[in-house]
C-alpha cells in the first residue's frame, strides 16, 4: 500500500490525532519522565542490570516459543495499535529528550513503523520435492536477539525491531542510545503493555535503564544472546562486529543525490527539499548532498528556494562549519578529526540559522548552499537540514564524486533524471543498498513509495531492509522417500 503524503497531509494528520487524544483525556505532553518511568508509573521491563534484563528477555523468549503464530500476531496487532495511538507522546518525548528532529515528521515516522512493519506473515517456509522425498527449510528463531539503537530514530526502532523480532519467535533485549533512553525504555513499555493486554506476558521485552558501553559488552558476552543487531554509526557497527557473535549491522551513510538535465528539475528542487528536511534530516537515508548539471542548477536552486529553501553564500557556509562541526582527537593516535558537533544535529534550520545571525521563521526547513566537492558539507554526515549543491559538467563527473561523496558505505543514493542510462549507470557504480529514482528519500522506507518499511537498514552485513526474516536462522528438515504427491 502506497501512502502518498505531502507535507501538508502530516501536519493535518497530526493535529487531528493531538485534537483526538486531548479530547479523550489521555495527556500528549508528558509532564515527568526518564529512563525508568512516566507520569508516576514504572516502565515494565526496564532494569537496573543488563544481566537482569538479559533473564528477563530469556523469559520472554521461552513464552514466545510456547505461542501459536495467531498469538504473536495478535500482540503485534496491539503492538500496531498503540504505536499509532501513542505516537504523539513518543514524538514529543523524542524530540524534548533528544532536541533533535520534528515532532509532526516523527509522528509520520510512528504511523509508517505501525502500518509498514511486517508481521509474521514474512516468515515463510521453502519446500524441495523430488526422487529422494521433501526438504523443508524453514525460517526459525535464533533466541534472545540484543539489541542497540540510535538516537535518530529511537522509539521507531525499539518497536520495528521488536515487530519483526518477534514475529520471527525471538526474545528481545535493548541496549538503546544514552541520549535517547526514556523515549526508547518508553517504546519498551508500550511493547509489554501490548503483550499484556493481548494475554502475552508481562515482560516480553526488555531494556536497562542506564546503557553504556560496558552494558553493551555485557550483552554481546552473554551465552544466552544469540544475535547482535546493531542500528547505529560507524563505531558501533564496528564493536558489533568484532563481538565474535553473529551479528547485523546496520551503519551510517551519506547519500548524494544526483539531477541531470533531464529530469522534472521543479519536482526534483521540491522532492529533495521534502526529503532533506524530513525530520530534520535524522532519517540515514536523507539527501546529504547534490551534484546537479551545472545547465540546470540554476533553476534546481530556484525550485528549492520556492520550497522551504534559504541559500547562503560561501562565506557564511564556511562560517556555519566552524559551528556545526567540532574537532576531536584520537586518544590513540593524537590524530584531530572534525565530527559532528551534538549541538547542532537534528536541529532546526532557523536554529543553525540563527548562529550565523540570519533569523527566519518556521518556514525555512532546509539551508541550502554552494559549494565545491572537497566542502565539509559534502564530506561529513552533518544529520541537520544543511544541503551543499556542487555543480557538475555531465554524468561522468555526477557518478563519478556521488559514488566517492558515498564514502563506499553503500548505504543510499538518490537521483533525479529521465534518462534511463544515466539512472542505470549510476545505481550500479553506487551499489548501495537503497537507491531512489524521482521521489523523496523516505520513497525507500516505504513512505509514498511501495515495500515495507525499516528503520534498520543493513548495508554492511548485507540484509538490506531488515524484517522478521533477517531475524532467523534457516533450518533444514529432511523426509526420505515421501511426501512427494506427483
Ligand atoms: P551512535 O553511533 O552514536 O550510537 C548508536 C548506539 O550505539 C547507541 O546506543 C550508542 O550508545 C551505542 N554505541 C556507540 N558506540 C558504541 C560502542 N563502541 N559499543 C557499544 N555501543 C556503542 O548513533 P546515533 O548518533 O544515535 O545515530 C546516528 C548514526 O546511526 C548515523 O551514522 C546514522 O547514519 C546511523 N543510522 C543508521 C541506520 C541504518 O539503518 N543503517 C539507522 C539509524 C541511524
Known amino acids: 500500500m502506497a501512502i502518498n503524503w505531502t507535507q501538508a497531509d502530516i501536519e493535518k494528520v497530526v493535529s487531528a490525532v493531538i485534537e483526538n487524544l486531548k479530547s479523550d ?14 507520569g508516576g508509573r514504572k516502565f515494565v521491563g526496564v532494569y537496573a542490570d543488563m544481566n537482569d534484563a538479559i533473564e528477563a528477555a530469556t523469559c520472554g523468549y521461552k513464552a514466545i516459543r510456547a505461542m501459536s503464530l495467531d498469538e504473536r500476531e495478535r500482540i503485534i496487532s496491539v503492538i500496531r495499535d498503540l504505536c499509532r495511538k ?29 502500518d509498514k512493519t511486517p508481521g509474521t506473515s514474512d516468515i515463510v517456509a521453502a519446500a524441495k520435492t523430488g526422487d529422494y522425498g521433501l526438504t523443508l527449510t524453514e525460517m526459525a528463531p ?63 521485552v526488555a531494556s536497562v535503564i542506564k546503557p553504556t558501553l560496558e552494558s553493551a559488552d555485557v550483552m554481546y558476552k552473554h551465552p544466552a ?57 535524522l532519517p540515514c537515508i536523507a539527501e546529504k548532498e547534490v551534484f546537479a548539471f551545472a545547465n540546470i542548477a540554476d533553476e ?36 584531530i578529526s572534525k565530527v559532528v558537533s551534538r549541538e547542532c544535529v537534528g536541529r532546526d534550520a532557523k536554529v543553525l540559522l540563527a548562529k550565523v545571525g540570519i533569523h527566519v521563521g518556521d518556514e525555512v526547513r532546509c539551508i541550502i548552499c554552494e559549494t565545491d566537492f572537497n566542502h565539509p558539507f559534502v564530506q561529513h554526515e552533518l544529520m541537520m537540514p544543511i544541503l551543499p549543491i556542487v555543480r557538475v559538467k555531465n554524468i561522468d563527473e555526477a557518478i563519478d564524486l556521488a559514488v566517492k561523496a558515498e564514502h563506499g558505505f553503500r548505504h543510499t543514493a538518490h537521483m533525479h ?68 504427491i506427483i
Open 225 to 281: 544472546i544469540r544475535l547482535l543487531v546493531c542500528t547505529g554509526g560507524p563505531g558501533v557497527v564496528k564493536s558489533v562486529l568484532s563481538s565474535g557473535k553473529k551479528a547485523i549491522g546496520a551503519g551510517a551513510g551519506n547519500p548524494p543525490v544526483i539531477v541531470d538535465d533531464t529530469a522534472d528539475v521543479r519536482k526534483a528542487g521540491k522532492d529533495i527539499i521534502d526529503g532533506c528536511s524530513f525530520d530534520n534530516n
Open 142 to 204: 535464533f533466541g534472545v536477539v540484543g539489541s542497540i539503537t540510535p538516537s535518530t530514530n529511537p522509539s521507531e526502532t525499539v518497536i520495528c525491531n521488536s515487530i519483526g523480532m518477534i514475529a520471527a519467535g525471538n526474545g528481545v533485549v535493548f541496549n538503546p542510545h544514552p541520549g535517547a533512553i526514556a523515549t526508547s525504555n518508553y517504546a519498551v513499555d508500550l511493547i509489554n503493555r501490548a503483550s499484556a493486554a493481548a494475554g502475552g506476558p508481562k515482560v516480553l
Open 300 to 335: 534546481l536552486m530556484d525550485a528549492m528556494l520556492a520550497n522551504g529553501a534559504y541559500k547562503i553564500d560561501r562565506a557564511i557556509a564556511d562560517r556555519l562549519v566552524d559551528i556545526v562541526l567540532d574537532e576531536k582527537k584520537n586518544p590513540k593516535t593524537g590524530v
Open 25 to 38: 483525556g489521555v495527556r500528549t505532553a508528558p509532564d515527568t519522565w526518564d529512563a525508568s518511568g512516566y
Open 86 to 114: 501513542e505516537a504523539p507522546i513518543m514524538a514529543e518525548m523524542g524530540v524534548k529528550e533528544t532536541k533533535m528532529g520534528r515532532v509532526a515528521h516523527k509522528i509520520a515516522k510512528h504511523n509508517l513503523v505501525a
Open 417 to 484: 533524471s529521465k534518462n534511463i542510462d544515466n539512472l542505470t549507470r549510476f545505481a550500479r557504480a553506487v551499489e548501495t543498498t537503497i537507491f531512489v529514482k524521482n521521489a523523496p528519500s523516505y520513497a525507500g522506507i516505504g513512505f509514498g513509495g511501495e515495500g515495507h518499511t525499516t528503520f534498520t537498514i543493513a548495508g554492511p552485513t548485507g540484509e538490506g531492509l531488515t524484517s522478521a526474516r533477517s531475524f532467523t536462522r534457516y533450518r533444514r528438515c529432511v523426509l526420505s522417500e515421501s511426501f512427494r
